[in-house]
């Protein structure tokens, strides 16, 4: 046998994430793909912009929509 792996049982530390905090970075996150992709559209790498632009849908009319922040704590 060439290596061995433990199998040891660990734990974590209990953590709690902010929704605002979530959403914020989910909306950062479009934005930078909304940039990439027009950078792409620019050098004419349509394939690779709209891509982009359709990740940049998915994750804001899928995904966000399921989001559960203070003002929707559905």
Same mark, same amino acid.
């Given at each position: 046998?060439?290596?061995? #792996?433990?199998?040891?049982?660990? /734990?974590? &530390?209990?953590?709690?994430?902010?929704? !605002?905090? %979530? #959403?914020? +970075?989910?909306?950062? /996150?479009? &934005?930078?793909?909304? $940039?990439? =992709?027009? %950078?792409?559209?620019?050098?004419?790498? #349509?394939? +690779? +912009?709209?891509?982009?632009?359709? $990740?940049?849908?998915?994750?804001? %009319?899928? $995904?966000? !929509? &399921?989001?559960?922040?203070? =003002? &929707?704590?559905?």
């Amino acid at each position: 046998m060439l290596f061995s #792996l433990s199998c040891r049982p660990f /734990s974590c &530390n209990p953590f709690s994430c902010d929704p !605002v905090s %979530v #959403l914020i +970075a989910c909306f950062r /996150s479009g &934005n930078e793909m909304i $940039k990439m =992709a027009e %950078v792409y559209f620019s050098e004419d790498k #349509l394939e +690779a +912009a709209y891509i982009l632009y359709m $990740k940049f849908m998915t994750l804001h %009319v899928e $995904k966000l !929509v &399921n989001l559960r922040t203070p =003002a &929707n704590p559905t």
